[in-house]
């Protein structure tokens, strides 16, 4: 009889500016929120930006509208990107919990746009949404005995 045995992997959690830099190596992650009470989890497009993680929303999200209810503080959400490998369960997972507000100013805006998503100033009906990191932590998944090396 044969058994699977999992691969032998070792877990290495990562400093904040390690966190954040592999954060920037994707495009693509989840907003996590709260919604009628319940928590809520949407795949959206990010950028960092000065230390801060952008979100765009499409209008229909209830992200954006919870964002700007909320007022001068914002409504506290997590986000969560990673590149975890489906074969070899090796990789990277990143989670910054923080401050979520929608960006209002136009020039903001504008500068974002040109930056990161040059299509969404064409399309229309996209909002951004600037989370301000309170908590940002990170992990590593590597093969055990080998050295630990990140998605670059």
Same mark, same amino acid.
């Given at each position: ?73 914002? @409504?506290?959400?997590?986000?969560? =990107?990673?590149? $975890?490998? %489906?074969?070899?369960?090796? /990789?990277?997972? *990143?989670?910054?919990? !923080? ?22 100033? @064409?399309?229309?009906?996209?909002? =951004?949404?600037? $989370?301000? %990191?309170?908590?940002?932590? /990170?992990?590593? *998944?590597?093969?055990? !005995? ?7």
């Amino acid at each position: 009889m044969t058994h699977y045995q999992e691969p032998s992997h070792r877990r290495v959690d990562l400093d904040q500016d390690e966190a954040l830099r592999l954060l920037g190596s994707v495009s693509l992650g989840r907003v996590v929120f709260t919604r009628q009470a319940l928590p809520a989890v949407r795949p959206v497009r990010h950028v960092l930006d000065n230390g801060d993680v952008v979100v765009l929303a499409h209008d229909a999200a209830a992200l954006a509208p919870q964002a700007l209810r909320s007022g001068d503080e914002g @409504v506290i959400v997590a986000y969560e =990107a990673d590149a $975890i490998d %489906p074969d070899t369960h090796l /990789g990277w997972s *990143v989670v910054v919990t !923080g401050y979520a507000q929608l960006v209002s100013d136009p020039a903001e805006l504008g500068r974002l746009y040109e930056l990161s998503w040059p299509e969404a100033a @064409v399309e229309g009906g996209e909002q =951004a949404v600037r $989370i301000h %990191p309170e908590l940002v932590t /990170g992990v590593l *998944v590597t093969e055990s !005995g080998g050295a630990a090396r990140a998605a670059r």
